[in-house]
C-alpha cells in the first residue's frame, strides 16, 4: 500500500526553523518532493530530489531550505531555516516511481503520490 505521512509542521516566528519529514512506504520512489499550498492559492513546488541525490528548488527556498532523503529509511525531509510569514502553507510530500527530469521536478502534475498534508504557519 503506497502511503506518505508528513510531520513536523507547527508554528514558528519570523526567522525561525522547521524540519518536515515524511515517512514514504508501499515503494521506493525516484523522485521525491515538497509542495506548498498558500491560502487561495495554487499548489507549488519547494524543492524536489531524485534518488541519486540531484536536486532543484524553487527561488523562494534557495538558500534557506534544504531537501535530503534517507534511502535506507524511504524518508524525504525538508530543513526550513530563516522562514517568512510568506512561507505560511500546507506542505504536502510527493513522490514519483519514475525518474523525472530536471525540469519537471517541481512541477505537481509528475509526482502521482501524494501525503495529506501538514500546516506549517509563519508570524512575523
Known amino acids: 500500500q503506497v502511503q506518505l505521512v508528513e510531520s513536523g509542521g507547527g508554528s514558528v516566528q519570523s526567522g525561525g526553523s522547521l524540519r518536515l519529514s515524511c515517512a514514504a512506504s508501499?515503494?521506493?520512489?525516484?523522485?521525491m518532493g515538497w509542495f506548498r499550498q498558500p491560502p487561495g492559492k495554487e499548489r507549488e513546488g519547494v524543492a524536489a530530489i531524485n534518488s541519486d541525490g540531484s536536486t532543484k528548488y524553487a527561488d523562494s527556498a534557495l538558500g534557506r531550505f534544504t531537501i535530503s532523503r534517507d534511502n535506507a529509511k524511504n524518508t524525504l525531509y525538508l530543513q526550513m531555516n530563516s522562514l517568512k510569514p510568506e512561507d505560511t502553507a500546507m506542505y504536502y510530500c510527493?513522490?514519483?516511481?519514475?525518474?523525472?527530469?530536471?525540469?519537471?521536478?517541481?512541477?505537481?502534475?509528475?509526482?502521482?503520490?501524494w501525503g495529506q498534508g501538514t500546516q506549517v504557519t509563519v508570524s512575523s
Open positions: 510527493a513522490a514519483s516511481a519514475a525518474r523525472r527530469s530536471y525540469w519537471q521536478l517541481l512541477i505537481p502534475a509528475f509526482f502521482g503520490y
Open positions: 508501499g515503494y521506493t520512489y525516484s523522485s
